[in-house]
């Protein structure tokens, strides 16, 4: 501690009633964004999608918002079931009623040869002998065909909501915190680094 530094304490100490002077830490007030309103939003979603198509999945509101943040976080849906405390195909019909598709979304069956029969009024155990699959596949190839044609109806609109929203939070976050850093390496600037040894 230098002379300045010294008597600059001293008279702090004279002035002030405390016995300290060390500035007492108090919490951060919070961020940009809280996570309950990401929830909210999400909820609003998929509540406005409910009420527009009906779902087929009996998931209440707050684990599909749970769905939704996983699937954009790339996680399976074993990986989600497991989170959630649900089973893969109960994941799955939730993202179908979400509108929420993956690129490589696997049924085990061709879709273009099983499209040409869907409009024909054939049950998936008939289809399935046709394309030669087994009935189960058809019926997840048929509600992936399905979800397909519903989010394009709608211009994938719900998915670009989900997608802003949480864009929307994850950049928030990120601004929180660099400004968190800048403001630390700011005040690490005037601390006094010439230390003898």
Same mark, same amino acid.
């Given at each position: ?12 100490? !004279? ?6 002077? +060390?500035? +007492? ?9 809280? /996570? ?7 909820? #609003? ?8 198509? *009906?779902?087929?999945? #009996? ?18 849906? !074993?990986? +989600?079931?497991?989170? =959630? ?46 394309? *030669? ?7 997840? /190839?048929?509600?992936? =065909? ?17 997608? !802003? =929203? ?7 976050v990120q601004f929180t915190a660099e400004m968190q850093e800048d403001g630390l390496e700011e005040a690490a600037e005037d601390i006094e680094t010439d230390v003898d040894f």
């Open positions: 501690m230098d002379e300045k530094t010294e008597q600059l304490r001293d008279i702090f100490m !004279e002035v002030a009633d405390e016995g300290t002077v +060390t500035e +007492t830490q108090t919490e951060q007030r919070g961020s940009l964004v809280r /996570a309950d309103s990401v929830d909210d939003r999400l909820a #609003d979603v998929i509540e406005r999608m409910r009420d527009r198509f *009906g779902f087929e999945t #009996d998931l209440e509101t707050e684990r599909l918002c749970a769905v939704v943040q996983q699937f954009y976080d790339g996680d399976t849906d !074993e990986e +989600t079931a497991e989170a =959630i405390g649900v089973s893969p195909d109960d994941v799955f019909e939730a993202r179908m009623d979400l509108h929420l598709l993956r690129d490589d979304e696997g049924t085990g069956v061709d879709h273009a040869p099983l499209r040409e029969h869907l409009g024909d009024g054939l049950s998936d155990t008939e289809i399935a002998a046709t394309v *030669g699959a087994e009935p189960g596949q058809v019926t997840r /190839a048929r509600r992936v =065909i399905e979800t397909e044609r519903r989010a394009r109806r709608v211009s994938h609109r719900f998915q670009t909501e989900f997608e !802003e =929203i949480l864009v929307d939070a994850d950049v928030a």
